[in-house]
């Protein structure tokens, strides 16, 4: 019996001491985080605005959480419309920060995607192992992260998003020869038409940086629109004639990043999962931080501060779209030079003027630049998922320009679309890493 009492003794003391273990939560962890709730959304389908969305608040609250410990960056409150005081620890908690920010991720992350379910079975697996290391660190972290999250959640519940929701789908004008009109194969509605109403992180309106004007609409071979149809015709056609060695192919289906792309075979349809333009510079922003070591603060800042342009460069393209409404390339074409013409890529169902990648790449990249510096090498992986390899640059600004000329070489846009879209998101980036004072050596 003694023999007993002294082994029940010592099982006790073995889990009092494996409940007082240090969790150390790392940048790695924070990647992984990024990478499910990429994830999800690639499962669950979202447009590119929409996928911005959930980054952008996301890491928001994970980013509010660190700023409540970290004394070298300053808390977004007050900076970000309508974003007030953040909730502050309770005193004699044992908060891990960096822990609590994970928890705040997941728990916006999860509220804004379908498949909870695929979120929750990660979060559990790490709150299992959390909570076996140190139960009261775990459920004081915890509490604070869901604290930040449900403060974010009210925030973000007065975008105008959900309002946007019930809004009239955008009606098509078939009377005007310049108008978008639905495109092959799927003739789509436009998406997301009001988006241009979702209340921006940090730029002053939708149309802040409204872009200059693309020529003229016209029909006559001498015109520089017609000349800019003709463009994007001939550089379809000389890539089809390259085949599979065109390097213009393999840079057009590295960029295209296509949530939904549509094969129809037949009487079959099946459809082809992938990330948006968003995610491929989040992505992008991942590399940058694993090449630096960035430890877990500054990761979360970088993913933040990216996020916020990206997010705010939807607003403004999808405010320009919807006004100018210009009809893509296909669609002119096929009416008026080949009715049989097919661009490298599927086109997107919305209007073509700006050019959306050419925004966003122009603001993620200017962004990324202010945390990582000019001529920052790196290989960028991020399509390696879906079987296309790896592209090097030597700085974000090269990588935003391959992008945005993606759009030509893949029949979806025009030139204008593409130059101006990229100075569209380029001064829109500068503006956000003018404005946002994020750390506090700025």
Same mark, same amino acid.
Not at 85 to 92: M, Q, T
Not at 168 to 183: C, H
Not at 261 to 286: Q, R, Y
């Given at each position: ?33 990024? $990478? ?6 690639? =499962? ?37 419309? @309508? ?6 620890? @309770? $005193? ?9 920010? *994970? ?5 916006? @992350? ?136 065109? &390097? ?18 037949? =009487? ?26 960035? $430890? ?29 409404? *210009? ?55 991020? &399509? ?28 979806? =846009? ?29």
């Amino acid at each position: 019996m003694k023999c007993i009492g002294l082994f029940a003794i010592f099982i006790c003391f073995a889990s009092c001491q494996n409940q007082n273990q240090e969790i150390n939560i790392t940048a790695s962890d924070y990647h992984a985080a990024v $990478d499910k709730v990429t994830e999800v959304m690639v =499962h669950d389908i979202f447009s590119p605005p929409v996928a911005s969305r959930i980054y952008n608040y996301a890491n928001i609250a994970a980013y509010e959480v660190i700023c409540q410990e970290e004394n070298e960056y300053n808390s977004l409150q007050s900076q970000l419309h @309508g974003l007030n005081s953040i909730p502050k620890a @309770g $005193d004699g908690k044992q908060i891990n920060y960096a822990m609590a920010s *994970l928890v705040a991720y997941l728990e916006i @992350g999860k509220n804004l995607i379908f498949s909870e379910d695929k979120i929750n079975v990660y979060q559990d697996s790490l709150y299992a192992s959390w909570q076996t290391k140190n139960k009261t660190v775990f459920q004081d972290s915890k509490a604070y992260g869901n604290q930040v999250a449900e403060h974010i959640k009210s925030w973000y519940s007065s975008d105008n998003y959900a309002q946007t929701r019930t809004m009239p789908k955008f009606s098509v004008n078939t009377e005007d020869p310049s108008r978008w009109q639905p495109t092959p194969p799927d003739y789509m509605d436009g998406i997301e038409p009001h988006w241009s109403k979702i209340r921006p992180s940090i730029i002053d309106s939708s149309a802040q940086f409204k872009p200059a004007r693309y020529p003229d609409f016209s029909l006559e071979k001498e015109s520089a629109f017609y000349k800019e149809l003709l463009e994007t015709y001939e550089v379809g056609e000389t890539i089809k004639k390259e085949g599979e060695e065109s &390097e213009k192919l393999e840079i057009a289906q590295f960029w295209d990043c296509n949530p939904y792309v549509s094969t129809h075979k037949g =009487h079959l349809m099946f459809a082809t999962k992938k990330i948006t333009p968003g995610a491929h510079w989040i992505g992008i922003c991942k590399i940058a931080c694993e090449k630096t070591n960035a $430890d877990f603060s500054k990761t979360v800042f970088a993913y933040t501060k990216t996020s916020i342009a990206i997010a705010d460069a939807f607003i403004s393209c999808w405010d320009e779209k919807y006004r100018s409404n *210009l009809i893509r390339p296909e669609t002119l074409i096929n009416q008026h030079i080949d009715e049989n013409w097919e661009p490298v890529l599927q086109t997107p169902p919305f209007p073509e003027y700006t050019s959306g990648h050419s925004v966003v790449s122009g603001a993620a990249s200017t962004v990324l630049t202010s945390i990582f510096g000019d001529n920052f090498e790196f290989n960028d992986d991020t &399509e390696l998922r879906y079987g296309l390899p790896i592209r090097s640059f030597n700085s974000f600004n090269q990588a935003a320009d391959e992008a945005a000329i993606s759009r030509l070489y893949g029949g979806i =846009h025009y030139r204008a679309a593409i130059d101006l879209g990229l100075d569209q998101g380029r001064s829109l980036g500068s503006f956000v890493v003018k404005k946002l004072q994020m750390k506090k050596s700025n």
